[in-house]
């Protein structure tokens, strides 16, 4: 194996890396939070100890698990060496220095927590774990995603961590023994860094319960499901409940609490390149990387409740095919009639469960909620209205900056269509430059030539172009 070449592959992102002997015996597993750096640490000539330095010469071939975080790499490294049993990982097989984390698998509602010492009952231990810090880290995200009971002895009664989703209280029946050990199940599949087995079973429960129209469980498994995701692609985990959340929920009568919030927007002027837009927020925060835009395809005039059904319909059948989670609220700039257009589309869809919908029209800020004939009678100091207020503007924001994009952008194509010797790759390549007009009145020679395609004989023929535009603009302006 060429080592320098397999250097070269490794990611510089958090993760567990494995040496590998000549027979493919594992030799040592180790964790890091830049794997490239780390790894690369072993081949440069410098003073290593003398295990390290005795391994190094057996190494012929190197792998590595990528993840996001460094909490989640320390489970999967523990894991991994109490699998492989690797031969200089041997401070890690009998040191009772290190924490472990103990799963008590044979109490009715099983715990998960810090351990030290050795082993000495018949429940499951992982580790032991290098990093304590990293280690309690860890332990919050697992509690916060499969919120299981972490007090020692069960209380009579649901204590705050129930009240605000922190655990799913067996303590007073919410659930029985048997859904409880799915959730033992399910953290053991993470434990032991099943990503995979992990997410599909979490789907088929999140389906079968849907299926059977029990929309509560189906919304849980979603929530975790959606929460596994975030630490996957290195966001964070969701924080604790908003205030603003908790009121949304008594203002609307809702069953469960509305922790996703999708809201819908469409911008036009005069009929004029319409424009759809969604916002998504969790948990009162927005989720940016969640948003969506949407070019309106099947609306000819200006028909703001047909733009609305067409984005409505085009988002939630994506959804379903790619079974993503859906929101608890979908919330939509408008009154009255957009709720009722948007009830009827969604009840088109095939397969998707009832959703909740509501609308707020701007002006007297009145909130429209479904098999309500009049708008719902909310403070205007309510949390709950300023946090549908708040996903409100921040959904027109979108839409209009969308619509404006697309203007900009519409009108540098056709600025660009009158300068000869510039075809559509070129345009295309121009436009994901500047993007609009106004932006090359910036632009220098040399910032222009560094487009690819563009030599400087056509970036000199693009700025006399737009100087004899703008001087033709000014005089039509002073006139």
């Given at each position: ?24 015996e ?57 699998e ?16 472990f ?6 109490e009715?509602?099983?715990?998960l ?12 231990y ?7 810090k ?29 009240y ?18 799915k ?31 029990n ?22 985990p ?60 099947g ?70 909620a ?41 009108a ?68």
């Amino acid at each position: 194996m060429d080592i320098k070449k397999k250097l070269n592959n490794i990611p510089n992102s958090p993760g567990v890396y494995l040496f590998f002997g000549r027979k493919r015996e594992t030799l040592y597993i180790g964790k890091a939070s830049n794997l490239r750096k780390r790894v690369s640490s072993y081949f440069q000539k410098k003073r290593l100890n003398l295990r390290m330095s005795s391994m190094v010469p057996q190494i012929e071939d190197i792998d590595y698990i990528e993840t996001k975080t460094s909490a989640e790499a320390l489970i999967y490294e523990a894991g991994l060496i109490k699998e492989k049993k690797p031969k200089y990982n041997v401070e890690l097989k009998d040191d009772k220095s290190y924490p472990f984390l103990k799963l008590t698998v044979k109490e009715k509602y099983p715990r998960l927590f810090i351990y030290r010492g050795k082993p000495d009952d018949d429940s499951i231990y992982y580790g032991p774990y290098t990093d304590v810090k990293l280690l309690k880290k860890s332990l919050a995200v697992i509690r916060n995603i499969f919120r299981m009971r972490s007090c020692r002895n069960l209380p009579k009664k649901a204590c705050l961590k129930a009240y605000i989703r922190g655990c799913v209280a067996p303590c007073d029946g919410s659930i029985s023994e048997a859904e409880y050990r799915k959730i033992v199940d399910e953290v053991k599949l993470f434990l032991e860094g099943k990503r995979e087995a992990l997410i599909d079973r979490l789907s088929r429960q999140m389906r079968e319960a849907s299926e059977k129209t029990n929309y509560e469980k189906a919304i849980s498994l979603r929530d975790k499901i959606e929460a596994l995701s975030a630490m996957w692609k290195g966001r964070k985990p969701p924080p604790p409940l908003q205030r603003e959340t908790v009121e949304l929920k008594k203002v609307l009568g809702l069953d469960l609490l509305p922790v996703r919030i999708e809201a819908f927007d469409i911008s036009n002027i005069h009929g004029a390149a319409p424009v759809g837009s969604m916002v998504s927020f969790f948990n009162g925060k927005p989720q940016k990387d969640e948003y969506r835009r949407f070019r309106i395809k099947g609306v000819s005039g200006i028909d703001d409740y047909a733009m609305t059904r067409e984005v409505i319909r085009r988002r939630y059948e994506r959804v379903l095919k790619e079974k993503k989670p859906l929101p608890d609220v979908i919330l939509i700039d408008g009154g009255k009639g957009h709720l009722n257009a948007v009830k009827r589309e969604l009840d088109n869809i095939k397969g998707l469960p009832k959703m909740n919908v509501i609308c707020i029209a701007k002006g007297e800020e009145r909130v429209y909620a479904e098999n309500k004939k009049r708008p719902l009678r909310i403070p205007a100091s309510s949390p709950a209205l300023k946090l549908i207020m708040r996903i409100r503007d921040e959904t027109h924001r979108f839409a209009i900056s969308y619509h404006k994009f697309l203007r900009a952008k519409d009108a540098l194509h056709s600025f660009l269509d009158d300068i000869e010797g510039i075809g559509e790759k070129r345009k295309k390549a121009i436009i994901s430059c500047f993007g609009s007009v106004e932006r090359l009145k910036d632009a220098t020679l040399e910032s222009v030539m560094q487009i690819k395609g563009i030599d400087e004989k056509t970036a000199r023929k693009i700025l006399e172009y737009f100087s004899a535009y703008k001087k033709n603009r000014n005089t039509a302006y002073a006139k």
